[in-house]
């Protein structure tokens, strides 16, 4: 069962009708979907914020809840979440064969560790045969990889310091 409700409500309702104080908040496009599931996952509880992910962190731990980067599963239940989407990107410069170094660039739902855009860097040359026989160890130490991971909040502000 899923329950949509307007953002001043959620705190209250989330502590009300679940009765936990752990809560999800994911970037939406110039918005924020906050999400929160019974422990037995048989409820949910959602609001769009009209607001960035920091500032309804801020509200969020102001009404007494615990904030966590990510969100339950809602594909088709919000009718402006698959719209707004803004991701995380994650961004991976390592040294290559090649006489340049290498780039490799992919995109999140919710915020990955360093660790998961590795792997994931790490699945695709294995699976398009880029790395040999070699350990995720190995490749790491190979490829001296620096990776950098820009969240939603920080693609609009790029986007907005240059006036788009």
Known sequence: MILQIPFEQFASTVKRVIKLDEVFVTSRGNAT??????????????????????????????????VFDGSWHTEGLLDTESENVTPYVAAVAYVSQENA???????????????????????????????????????????????VIATPDELHSFVNQKGC
């Open 33 to 66: 979907l906050a999400t929160a599931a019974s422990t037995d996952r048989q409820t949910m509880i959602v609001s769009i914020m009209p607001q960035s992910v920091a500032e309804s962190r801020l509200a969020l731990e102001g009404d007494g809840l615990k």
């Open 101 to 147: 170094p290498g780039l490799w660039v992919d995109a999140y739902e919710s915020l990955p560790t360093q660790v998961t855009v590795l792997r994931a860097l790490y699945d695709e040359f294995r699976e398009t045969g880029q790395v040999n026989e070699v350990s995720f160890e190995e490749f790491v130490k190979m490829a001296q990889p620096t990776v």
